[in-house]
Structures are given as structure tokens and as C-alpha cells.
């Protein structure tokens, strides 16, 4: 069965304190792994998607790479406007369905 | 319009009542899919449209639930004679082609 796992379910940081969350996957005809995050009371807000293994991301203080079983979202020197759930759900099928895990939320302490 | 909008953003309704949640997509996106959230669940996949072909609807958790989107643009979610269970928050995306998904703010239907 295709699923998605996150770890760890939560993380707390002081802010400028580096860390990583992870996402492993085992859907079989994998179409793109993405990264969003979800504030409270509002929808999933897109950040990466990644193809292939080997490829790698930017975007600000967000860093998402891919392996053939897990991604990566590195969090570098993170602010408190960083806290939010982040999810990363895998793209299957001619439907190009997500398939969502239950995220990290993350709580970044000023 | 600038992003996908959904309405309303609330629903309050009592049991066995039905209920409409509309999305409105990105102008020019082909693909429209609704997804529902419920507390402490991952999302959950229901229906999906792409362009002029027959909707996903592999997802749809009973014959309560049904969609239509009318001119490749608008979308309605119905649910019929609504239960408990189903008080969720119902999450419309859409997108270009089928790649990147953006979605909405959700509708968040609470049942009585």
C-alpha cells in the first residue's frame, strides 16, 4: 500500500537552532514528491516539489532533498514565522493524487 | 482570480441535512481535486477532474458524496443526508495540467 511517513510528529526549536525533518515513502510509480506547509485553519501552502533522487531545493531558510526512499526538509537558523505543520505528500498515478502523511509540526521558540 | 477560493469558509448543519461546498480554481487550471481533512488524519483523497474527462471519483467515501464541476471551471461538493462523521475541513486544489497542486482555504463543515 502507498504511504507516507513523517518523522518526527513534532519538533520544537529555539530560533537559529538547525534541524531536519524527514519523510520517508513507499509509493510505487512515484510522480513527485512535494513539500507544503499548513498554518491552522488555512489549506496546505506549496514549497518544493522534487522528481528525482539526487535533486535538491532552496528557498530561503528551506533546503528539501530526495533519495529513492526518503526526503529531507533542512531547516537552517529558523524564526518563529517558520512554525507551522509541514507535510510532504508523494504524487501517484495518471490521477497525480496526493498521498499525505500526518506532517511534523513544528513550533520554532523565539 | 489570484488563487483557488472556496466558500463558504464555515458550515454548521444538523444531522441528515445536505450540504454544498463550492471551489473556485485558478483561472486556466485544468485539473480540480478535493481532498478532507479530518482532526488528527492526514488528508484524505475524493475526487478528481481533469479537463473534459470522466472525474476520479475513487476516493468518494459513500453515494452521500457526489461533485460536478460545470465548464471546466467551478466545482460543487455535495453531501447528502450528512452524519457526524463526516465533520471534517473539505479542501479544494487545482492545478495546471495535474503538476503542482494549489489549494484553498478549506471549508470546515461541522454536523449536529
Known amino acids: 500500500e502507498d504511504q507516507v511517513t513523517q518523522s518526527p510528529e513534532a519538533l520544537r526549536l529555539q530560533e537559529g537552532e538547525s534541524s531536519s525533518l524527514n519523510c520517508s515513502y513507499t509509493v510505487s510509480g512515484l510522480r513527485g514528491l512535494f513539500w507544503y506547509r499548513q498554518d491552522p485553519g488555512k489549506g496546505p501552502e506549496f514549497l518544493f516539489t522534487?522528481?528525482?533522487?539526487?535533486e535538491e531545493k532552496e528557498k530561503e531558510r528551506l533546503k528539501a532533498t530526495l533519495t529513492k526512499k526518503e526526503s529531507f526538509l533542512h531547516i537552517t537558523a529558523p524564526k518563529p514565522e517558520d512554525s507551522a505543520t509541514y507535510l510532504c505528500p508523494d504524487s501517484a498515478g495518471n490521477n497525480r493524487k496526493l498521498i499525505w502523511g500526518l506532517g511534523t509540526s513544528l513550533a520554532v521558540n523565539p | 482570480g489570484a488563487g483557488v477560493s472556496q466558500s463558504p469558509s464555515n458550515k454548521v448543519t444538523e444531522k441528515g441535512k445536505d450540504v454544498e461546498l463550492r471551489c473556485d480554481p485558478i483561472?486556466?487550471?485544468?485539473?480540480l481535486y478535493w481532498y478532507r481533512q479530518s482532526l488528527g488524519q492526514g488528508l484524505e483523497f475524493l475526487i478528481y477532474?481533469?479537463?473534459?474527462?470522466?472525474?476520479?471519483k475513487s476516493g468518494l467515501p459513500s453515494d452521500r458524496f457526489s461533485a460536478e464541476r460545470t465548464g471546466g471551471s467551478v466545482s460543487t461538493l455535495t453531501i447528502q443526508r450528512t452524519q457526524q462523521e463526516d465533520s471534517a475541513v473539505y479542501l479544494c486544489a487545482s492545478s495546471l495540467l495535474g503538476d503542482t497542486q494549489y489549494f484553498g482555504p478549506g471549508t470546515r463543515l461541522t454536523v449536529l
Open positions: 522534487l522528481y528525482s533522487a539526487g
Open positions: 477532474f481533469q479537463g473534459n474527462s470522466a472525474p476520479d
Open positions: 483561472s486556466g487550471h485544468t485539473a
